[in-house]
Nanobody, 128 residues
């Protein structure tokens, strides 16, 4: 299994940027799909972005198009979510998650119950 720890959250003004990091333990990090989810107060956890084990495929929610980028550095056992042009509605707790899957069809996993391992979450607050 793998343990995940998020960092890089904080408070930022609308239009600004943050980069979240997801540091993982274990020698098999490069075999896992990594996903990012977020949960605002009173709302269900929603999918944000996912990246394949070797970084050659990604899948994202419509609301992040043109603003967020996902990446990973398997040599450092770390995945990243770069968030630009942040909006107040992006305010949420952001979670990284991992799953081992043999199939990426039709898309990378995007449901919470498709992921097996979760970080503790990082608060992102965007002010107007």
């Amino acid at each position: 299994q793998v343990q995940l720890v998020e960092s890089g959250g904080g408070l930022v003004q609308a239009g600004g940027s943050l980069r979240l990091s997801c540091a993982a333990s274990g020698r098999t990090f490069s075999r896992y799909v990594i996903g990012w989810f977020r949960q605002a107060p009173g709302q269900e956890r929603e999918f944000v972005f996912a990246v394949s084990p070797n970084g050659d495929m990604s899948y994202y929610a419509d609301f992040v198009k043109g603003r967020f980028t996902i990446s990973r550095d398997n040599a450092e056992n770390t995945a990243y979510l770069q968030m630009n042009s942040l909006k107040p509605e992006d305010t949420a707790v952001y979670y990284c998650a991992a799953t081992w899957t043999d199939s990426y069809y039709p898309t990378l996993p995007s449901k919470t119950n498709e992921y097996d391992y979760w970080g503790q979450g990082a608060q992102v607050t965007v002010t107007s």
